[in-house]
């Protein structure tokens, strides 16, 4: 247990705390040169080490060459000839050897730097998120949009910091190295060949400009889509009652298509700005032959000179090439960091309070306070002015709207006043420690929040967790004991909880027993018995007061059945306080006598008594409780997901690729692409060949200019087709992901509810379908260009190197499949190093999704420390498995190098055996070496790019796992039948079903019953006793079978003329980020014309009129997500009362639709639904006596099963079921 009040720094073991962020330094907006110096200084020595590798292989490549040309002009002797030779290959194998490690050393320190500023990134936006006000929520409406994006700029950023940042600073220094080299062997052949430098320059600017612009509007668009499919994968129930699936799939297609443009763009500039430095690179080798051959014949320069600086010019011009090409792809990181900068930015954090009294008393005050919620300008509250009772129970009562809900807020500091002072023992709230607050008062809202993916066990732990170490500190029997004052024992509190496997009046059972567990001073319940029938809600109400007994407790509620007259009440109308005393006061209060009318008796009901044992409680100072009992754990041991080959996933989603002829087109041209490599190669030789003839005397002034035109029609032709293919292929990726986006968003959308009881968390779905799809897009723009290109030179350069000259082609050919073997095996090595990482970041950011939509609970508990420390907890884990993956990827990288090295020392070495024994000429001996050397550098190309492509198969294997696990659901899909009207309008006949995630667990068992025709039923039963089973049933949420609607067949009905003919007033009403208008019409058929009239009179109707029409901006007023807080609970009801109203409907379901509502607007409902008797079939759950009394027929269920049925007089005087149900007294 935690003995220590001191509040612990989030994050302490790191140092992204005390980073100051930069955000004008974009990409390097997370370093910190006082730290990460060392780091830096290493990586950037060794990539610098390993560039210059390349020109001392350019040097010793020049003087194999000087040596065959001595060889036949000196007449060398033969052996002394090849002593030479092997001694300057074997100086080319070492080279390449150390290199090796230098490459896989520096790699894997630049990935490791790329994982701290990941890391640092990920850190600070958590911290922001637990940090920022309640306010900073209300406000921005498209916050789980942004966090889905960005999680991907971190992962983009991550990229830019580690294996891009490497390669540029290896570039950059090869460069250097290159430049030196090509100055010390001539310097004006040099000044020839980089006189292009300044235009490839330009042109990358240009195009990186043009590719920064496009990925911001892609961003932005993603964030936009990513938000619709949240909204539909956490409120499926909403999205498939209201039709709403087809409104959200037209939205969600418009923005993919909208984003999909976007990309476009970004491939167009990547695309021009690749086939215009591959021309000005070839270019730039040909003006340079040109003129060094110039100087040759003249004797200015030497051949071994020539040769080397025709190697280093061409890898310089490679190199310059390579460099814009990365300062483009860090465009994107460059985007990505301005989108966390934008978030960083947005809205700076309050400052919290210090104070932490030594003791308290309960004492709270409000004076003056006046109020509004920073997304509204209405006011709520009015000058409220009243203290709590200490040690008492305090009751605030009110109707709807009146503001009672937002008093707690104020109170526990989650939104600051306008005016006015809140006190806690004299202290203004904003001066106190945020830990003493939630430590000293515990609020229970009505809609109580669950975490996924733990135990109910573990829920109710939560509730404590701020007084121990970790959840595995909290002794069992202490939560058993919370569980069973909740009248939770009947669950298995071992169970995982998903968001639709507890039903409202168990979540707020759960709710109860975290605050039992918890046992604060002050204990505020925000109409937290809602939910629960009236059995359990009466037993718990004196458990409460046993409990509570001498300690401060505030009651907000609309039910004064339990105030005694001795109790303090505040009564709120209108966001002022009207009156305050004791209650016997104010019996003759027009609230009071408008609840006491509507609650009269006709039945007199006898008091039932329950035995109380008193529960010995408190664990803080009880030695036997302490006494051990240790949970259990169990322990999941998840299989790693087997990844799929690229073309398994390919041809799995070979359907969804809409661009077949235009990607075969671009296949083409990429053959093409790869075709001239050999051609180039073999006029590369020719030109070689030409400079050796120009070395002994001859004339070829002619031949200079002949080749050197052929040589720049083909840089001209590789310049076109590189555009061409690239951008193709990525066009055609990007439409291909665009599919998959839209078809797995169209299936999620045709799932039945036992769907989204899956394992796969909605964030996880999100990040799936938004973000590794951006990954997916290698597959078809890398994979496919890069293996056909391969093959394609690789046949051809080995065919032409056998025709050239068999014997050295057949040692070469012999490392063509040591090369393709060994980037097989480090193929399959990443597979499961990129899976593993994957999975871990999957764990980082579904914990981030779940902190955001519980914030207020985390507060309110002050669970902070708890959260955050699992985490980092997620995060060191994820941490490791990325050093495991920089390990591995350096590797590659380092071995593609040693391969190509290896093979090149022998080819030259054989080579030259042959021409020193006369088998080969010159000419013949460097077309063969030509041809196999650049044969071999582009069959380990292939190595390098393992990383992209192995990230593209886990998102291609993940999003084939989800496409299989959302087959056709005959459920949202099956049906054509229209029915005709008929006297039977609902049938069960004989009905047994259970949920498809507990098949074992029968919650209905043989149902058999028949709502008639505009008669109105009522559903009655204990929470968790199938009534909202019925509901879900009757609206397709589930199949079952012997369910009749108008005598059809359920099953036969169509589906989307039964949503629009059955309409339902759910327990807790869901809005998206809309405006009200929007809202109360969504999912509508644009057939049914609604008029702005019948909207007004259906507000009228539910008592909404006044209010919204007192809002500025009206009917136009946003609501959803954070702003629903803004709304009273019975205010939200009352608005889905007029939605369901509005769809005119032949059946209403009314799900609990007055629990939240004063009596006054309670009585307004009731007799609104009795209004539409005759009008309607009207099928109703609740626990309120006075909704039951107008039912035609009440249906009682116990334990799946229905006990006893008929009209409500006729089963409260049987003294049954009902009766236990509905009794006041306890």
Same mark, same amino acid.
């Given at each position: 247990?935690?003995?220590?009040? $001191?509040?612990?720094? &989030?994050?302490?073991?790191?140092?992204?705390?005390?980073?100051?962020?930069?955000?004008?330094?974009?990409?390097?907006?997370?370093?910190?040169?006082?730290?990460?110096? &060392?780091?830096?200084?290493?990586?950037?020595?060794?990539?610098?080490?390993?560039?210059?590798?390349? &020109?001392?292989?350019?040097?010793?490549?020049?003087?194999?060459?000087?040596?065959?040309?001595?060889?036949?002009?000196?007449?060398?002797?033969?052996?002394?000839?090849? %002593?030479?030779?092997?001694?300057?290959?074997?100086?080319?194998?070492?080279?390449?050897?150390?290199? +090796?490690?230098?490459?896989? +050393?520096?790699?894997?320190?630049?990935?490791?730097?790329?994982?701290?500023?990941?890391?640092?990134?990920?850190?600070? @936006?958590?911290?922001?998120?637990?940090?920022?006000?309640?306010?900073?929520?209300?406000?921005?409406?498209?916050?789980?949009?942004? #966090?889905?994006?960005?999680?991907?700029?971190?992962?983009?950023?991550?990229?830019?910091?580690?294996?891009?940042?490497?390669?540029?600073?290896?570039?950059?220094?090869? @460069?250097i190295a290159l430049v030196v080299m090509c100055f010390y062997q001539s310097w004006s052949i040099t000044l020839i060949v980089l006189a292009g430098a300044p235009i490839m320059a330009v042109i990358g600017w240009y195009f990186g400009r043009l590719t920064y612009r496009a990925q911001e509007q892609e961003n932005d668009y993603t964030s936009q889509a990513s938000k619709i499919l949240d909204w539909c994968l956490v409120n499926p129930t909403m999205v498939r009652i209201f039709n709403g699936k087809y409104v959200e799939l037209a939205k969600f297609n418009d923005i993919v298509n909208a984003s999909a443009k976007s990309y476009y763009r970004v491939a167009n500039a990547i695309a021009a700005n690749t086939g215009a430095l591959k021309f000005m690179t070839l270019m730039m080798f040909v003006q340079g032959f040109w003129f060094g051959n110039y100087l040759l014949q003249r004797g200015s320069i030497s051949i071994d000179q020539l040769f080397t600086t025709f190697s280093s010019a061409l890898m310089l011009g490679q190199t310059i090439s390579g460099i814009t090409e990365y300062l483009a792809v860090l465009n994107t990181a460059h985007a990505a960091a301005g989108k966390i900068?934008?978030?960083?930015?947005?809205?700076?954090?309050?400052?919290?309070?210090? /104070?932490?009294?030594?003791?308290?008393? !309960?004492?709270?005050?409000?004076?003056?306070?006046?109020?509004?919620?920073?997304?509204?300008?209405?006011?709520?509250?009015?000058? @409220?002015?009243?203290?709590?009772?200490?040690?008492?129970?305090?009751?605030?009562?009110?109707?709807? !709207?009146?503001?009672?809900s937002t008093i707690p807020l104020v109170l526990m500091n989650l939104y600051s006043t306008l005016s006015g002072s809140v006190e806690y023992d004299g202290v203004p709230i904003q001066h106190l420690d945020p830990k003493y607050l939630a430590q000293n008062i515990t609020l229970l809202q009505q809609n109580p929040v669950m975490f996924n993916n733990k135990t109910i066990l573990e829920n109710i732990a939560v509730g404590a967790i701020d007084d121990y170490d970790s959840l595995d500190d909290i002794p069992r029997t202490l939560i058993e004991e919370a569980a069973k004052f909740a009248l939770l024992q009947d669950l298995d509190l071992d169970a995982k909880v998903t968001g639709l496997s507890l039903s409202g009046g168990q979540q707020q059972r759960v709710s109860i027993a975290r605050a039992y567990l918890k046992n604060s001073p002050v204990l505020i319940m925000d109409e937290s018995f809602s939910a629960l029938d009236n059995q359990n809600k009466q037993i718990l109400f004196q458990r409460i007061k046993n409990w509570r007994q001498g300690r401060t407790t505030i009651f907000i509620t609309h039910e004064y059945d339990n105030i005694e007259g001795d109790d303090f009440v505040v009564i709120m109308e209108h966001g002022q306080v009207t009156n305050q005393g004791k209650f016997a006061n104010f019996m003759n209060n027009e609230v009071i006598q408008n609840y006491k009318a509507q609650n009269y008796e006709d039945v007199k009901e006898p008091e039932i008594v329950v035995k109380e044992t008193k529960l010995d409680y408190d664990y803080k100072t009880n030695p036997y409780i302490l006494k051990d009992l240790e949970a259990q754990e169990e322990d999941d041991k998840e299989e790693e997901e087997q990844i799929m080959?690229?073309? %398994? /996933?390919?041809?799995?989603?070979?359907?969804?690729?809409?661009?077949?002829?235009?990607? +075969?087109?671009?296949?083409?041209?990429?053959?093409?692409?790869?075709?001239?490599?050999?051609?180039?190669?073999?006029?590369?030789?020719?030109?070689?060949?030409?400079?050796?003839?120009a070395s002994m005397g001859t004339n070829v002034t002619r031949d200079i200019l002949v080749w050197s035109c052929i040589a720049l029609a083909i840089a001209a032709f590789t310049g076109i087709t590189a555009y061409l293919s690239e951008f193709i292929l990525h066009f055609c990726s990007e439409n291909w992901i665009v599919s998959l986006r839209q078809l797995s968003f169209n299936k999620i959308n045709n799932q039945d509810m036992s769907f989204f009881n899956s394992k796969m968390e909605p964030a996880e779905i999100t990040t799936l379908l938004m973000n590794d799809t951006r990954d997916l897009r290698s597959l078809v723009s890398l994979y496919i260009s890069l293996a056909s290109t391969l093959v394609t030179m690789v046949l051809i350069g080995i065919i032409w190197s056998i025709v050239s000259g068999w014997k050295l082609a057949l040692v070469g050919i012999a490392f063509v499949p040591l090369v393709l073997s060994v980037t097989f095996a480090y193929g399959m090595i990443l597979e499961s190093a990129e899976n593993k990482y994957k999975s871990r970041v999957v764990d980082v950011e579904t914990h981030l999704h779940q902190t955001i939509t519980s914030i207020k609970t985390i507060r309110l508990f002050h669970m902070q420390n708890y959260f955050t420390e699992t985490y980092e907890a997620s995060l060191s884990s994820l941490?490791?498995?990325?050093?495991?993956?920089?390990?591995?990827?350096?590797?590659?990288?380092?071995?593609?190098?040693?391969?190509?090295?290896?093979?090149?020392? /022998?080819?030259?070495?054989?080579? #030259?055996?042959?021409?020193?024994?006369?088998?080969?000429?010159?000419?013949?001996?460097?077309?063969?070496?030509?041809?196999?050397?650049?044969?071999?550098?582009?069959?380990?190309?292939?190595?390098?790019?393992?990383?992209?492509?192995?990230?593209?198969?886990?998102? !291609?294997?993940?999003?084939?796992?989800?496409?299989?696990?959302?087959?056709?659901?005959?459920?949202?899909?099956?049906?054509?039948?229209?029915?005709?009207?008929?006297?039977?309008?609902?049938?069960?006949?004989?009905?047994?079903?259970?949920?498809?995630?507990?098949?074992?667990?029968?919650?209905?068992?043989?149902?058999?019953?028949?709502?008639?025709?505009?008669?109105?039923?009522?559903?009655?039963?204990?929470?968790?006793?199938?009534?909202?089973?019925?509901?879900?049933?009757?609206?397709?949420?589930?199949?079952?079978? %012997?369910?009749?609607?108008?005598?059809?067949? /359920?099953? $036969?009905?169509?589906?989307?003329?039964?949503?629009?003919?059955i309409s339902i007033v759910p327990q807790f009403p869901?809005?998206?980020?809309?405006?009200?208008?929007?809202?109360?019409?969504?999912? #509508?058929?644009? @057939?049914?014309?609604?008029?702005?009239?019948?909207?007004?009179?259906?507000?009228?109707?539910?008592?909404?009129?006044?209010?919204?029409?007192?809002? &500025?901006?009206?009917?136009?007023?946003?609501? !959803?997500?954070?702003?629903?807080?803004?709304?009273s609970g019975g205010?939200?009801?009352?608005?889905?009362?007029?939605?369901?109203?509005?769809?005119?409907?032949? *059946?209403?379901?009314?799900?609990?639709?007055?629990?939240?509502?004063?009596?006054?607007?309670?009585?307004?409902?009731?007799?609104?639904?009795?209004?539409?008797?005759?009008?309607?079939?009207?099928?109703?759950?609740?626990?309120?006596?006075?909704? #039951?009394?107008?039912?035609?027929?009440?249906? *009682?269920?116990?334990?799946?099963?229905?006990? $006893?049925?008929?009209?409500?007089?006729?089963? +409260?005087?049987?003294?049954?079921?009902?009766?236990?149900i509905t009794k006041s007294s306890v």
């Open positions: 247990m935690k003995e220590d009040i $001191e509040e612990k720094e &989030p994050f302490p073991e790191t140092d992204a705390d005390d980073l100051e962020v930069d955000t004008t330094k974009n990409v390097f907006m997370f370093v910190k040169l006082s730290k990460d110096w &060392p780091i830096l200084l290493v990586g950037g020595a060794l990539m610098s080490a390993s560039a210059a590798a390349t &020109p001392m292989n350019t040097y010793l490549y020049g003087k194999i060459m000087g040596k065959l040309s001595e060889f036949y002009v000196d007449d060398t002797p033969y052996n002394s000839f090849i %002593s030479e030779i092997g001694k300057l290959c074997g100086v080319l194998i070492a080279v390449d050897g150390a290199k +090796m490690i230098v490459v896989w +050393m520096g790699m894997f320190t630049w990935l490791k730097f790329g994982e701290i500023q990941q890391k640092r990134a990920r850190v600070q @936006v958590y911290n922001k998120i637990l940090k920022e006000p309640t306010s900073w929520y209300d406000l921005n409406t498209n916050l789980m949009g942004d #966090m889905t994006q960005v999680n991907r700029c971190i992962e983009e950023l991550r990229s830019g910091n580690a294996e891009i940042m490497a390669n540029i600073v290896q570039t950059f220094a090869l @460069v900068a934008k978030y960083l930015q947005m809205d700076e954090q309050v400052e919290e309070g210090k /104070i932490y009294p030594a003791y308290t008393v !309960g004492k709270i005050q409000l004076n003056n306070v006046t109020f509004k919620y920073p997304s509204r300008d209405e006011i709520i509250l009015k000058g @409220v002015s009243f203290e709590v009772q200490e040690n008492r129970f305090n009751y605030i009562i009110g109707k709807s !709207g009146a503001g009672k080959g690229v073309l %398994s /996933i390919l041809k799995y989603c070979s359907s969804s690729i809409n661009t077949k002829w235009l990607l +075969m087109l671009g296949v083409i041209i990429a053959l093409l692409e790869g075709a001239a490599s050999p051609v180039f190669s073999f006029c590369f030789s020719k030109l070689l060949s030409i400079s050796m003839e941490t490791s498995v990325g050093t495991y993956r920089a390990f591995q990827t350096g590797i590659g990288f380092a071995i593609s190098d040693l391969c190509s090295a290896i093979a090149q020392g /022998i080819i030259l070495f054989y080579g #030259m055996q042959l021409a020193g024994k006369m088998q080969y000429s010159y000419l013949q001996l460097l077309q063969v070496i030509t041809l196999l050397t650049f044969t071999l550098a582009n069959a380990s190309l292939l190595i390098n790019q393992l990383p992209e492509i192995a990230r593209g198969q886990r998102a !291609g294997t993940f999003v084939v796992k989800l496409l299989e696990s959302t087959p056709i659901s005959k459920v949202e899909t099956e049906g054509k039948l229209i029915p005709r009207s008929s006297d039977t309008a609902i049938a069960f006949d004989n009905v047994s079903f259970a949920y498809p995630s507990k098949p074992h667990e029968p919650k209905l068992k043989n149902i058999t019953f028949e709502v008639n025709h505009n008669e109105t039923v009522g559903l009655v039963g204990e929470s968790g006793s199938g009534k909202s089973t019925i509901v879900s049933i009757l609206l397709r949420l589930y199949g079952a079978n %012997s369910v009749r609607l108008y005598d059809e067949d /359920i099953s $036969e009905v169509d589906v989307d003329w039964l949503r629009e003919t869901k809005f998206f980020d809309g405006s009200i208008y929007d809202n109360l019409l969504y999912g #509508m058929n644009p @057939v049914k014309i609604v008029s702005q009239h019948e909207v007004i009179n259906v507000l009228k109707l539910v008592g909404m009129y006044d209010f919204i029409a007192s809002l &500025p901006e009206g009917i136009q007023t946003c609501i !959803g997500e954070g702003t629903n807080s803004l709304v205010q939200l009801q009352r608005l889905s009362i007029a939605r369901a109203l509005l769809r005119k409907p032949k *059946v209403l379901i009314f799900d609990e639709c007055t629990s939240n509502l004063d009596p006054v607007n309670t009585r307004q409902i009731i007799e609104l639904i009795e209004s539409f008797n005759g009008k309607y079939t009207i099928l109703f759950i609740t626990h309120d006596k006075e909704m #039951m009394r107008i039912a035609d027929n009440l249906i *009682v269920l116990k334990d799946g099963k229905i006990a $006893e049925q008929g009209s409500f007089l006729q089963l +409260m005087s049987d003294q049954g079921e009902l009766t236990k």
